[in-house]
C-alpha cells in the first residue's frame, strides 16, 4: 500500500519526518484524516490531538496553533509547538489551565489582550491534558 511522508515541525524542532500509513489532525474546521492519495488541502490546525498511525501502532502528539498542508503523498504540520504524548507534563498542563481560569474569570468580558491570550492557553493546555490522560 502507499504511505504519507509526514514531518510534524516547530520552530523548536522535527517531531516526526517518517513514512505512515495515516494522519488525523485537528483542523480549523473539524479533525480531518488523511491517506495516501489524498487531494491537496490547506487548512489552519487549532490545539488539539494529532496521531498517525503506522501498521498496527499509533503515535499521538498534542499539537498548539499552526498549518497543515496536505498534497498526494505528503503531509507537512507546522505549528508553535508540539508534543509527544508521552512528554507531555501533566501537572504543568494543569497549572497552566488553574493560571488561564483565574485570568478569565477576573477579566471575564473584557476585550483585552490578557483575556485572549488567556483563552488561547486554556486551549492549548486542555489539549495537552486530554492527550495525556488518553495514553496515561
Ligand atoms: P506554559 O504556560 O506551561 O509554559 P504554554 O502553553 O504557554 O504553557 P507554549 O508556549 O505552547 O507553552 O510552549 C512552550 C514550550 O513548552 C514548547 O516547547 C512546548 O512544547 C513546551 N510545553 C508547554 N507545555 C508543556 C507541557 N505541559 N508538557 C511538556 N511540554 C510543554
Same mark, same amino acid.
Given at each position: 500500500?502507499?504511505?504519507?511522508?509526514?514531518?510534524?515541525?516547530? %520552530? $523548536? /524542532?522535527?517531531?516526526?519526518? $517518517?513514512?505512515?500509513?495515516?494522519?488525523?489532525? %485537528?483542523?480549523?474546521?473539524?479533525? !480531518?484524516?488523511?491517506?495516501?492519495?489524498? &487531494?491537496? !488541502?490547506?487548512?489552519?490546525? #487549532? %490545539?488539539?490531538?494529532?496521531?498517525?498511525?503506522?501498521?498496527?501502532?499509533?503515535?499521538? !502528539?498534542? &499539537?498548539?496553533?499552526?498549518?497543515?498542508? #496536505?498534497? @498526494?503523498?505528503?503531509?507537512?504540520?507546522?505549528?508553535?509547538?508540539?508534543? =509527544?504524548?508521552?512528554?507531555?507534563? &501533566?501537572? +504543568?498542563? @494543569? =497549572?497552566?489551565? @488553574? +493560571?488561564?481560569?483565574? /485570568?478569565?474569570? /477576573?477579566?471575564?468580558?473584557?476585550?483585552? &489582550?490578557? !483575556?485572549?491570550?488567556?483563552?488561547?492557553?486554556?486551549? /492549548?493546555?486542555?489539549?495537552?491534558?486530554?492527550?495525556? @490522560?488518553?495514553?496515561?
Amino acid at each position: 500500500m502507499d504511505k504519507l511522508f509526514l514531518e510534524v515541525v516547530t %520552530p $523548536e /524542532r522535527v517531531l516526526v519526518s $517518517e513514512e505512515v500509513d495515516m494522519v488525523v489532525a %485537528p483542523g480549523i474546521e473539524g479533525e !480531518f484524516g488523511v491517506l495516501p492519495g489524498h &487531494v491537496l !488541502f490547506l487548512s489552519g490546525i #487549532v %490545539p488539539g490531538e494529532l496521531r498517525y498511525t503506522t501498521g498496527s501502532e499509533t503515535e499521538s !502528539f498534542a &499539537v498548539t496553533t499552526g498549518f497543515a498542508e #496536505v498534497s @498526494q503523498n505528503r503531509v507537512s504540520i507546522l505549528v508553535d509547538a508540539a508534543e =509527544r504524548a508521552t512528554e507531555i507534563d &501533566v501537572e +504543568r498542563a @494543569q =497549572r497552566a489551565i @488553574q +493560571r488561564a481560569q483565574e /485570568r478569565l474569570a /477576573r477579566d471575564r468580558g473584557s476585550k483585552d &489582550v490578557d !483575556f485572549h491570550r488567556a483563552e488561547a492557553a486554556l486551549k /492549548r493546555a486542555t489539549a495537552r491534558l486530554k492527550v495525556a @490522560q488518553k495514553v496515561g
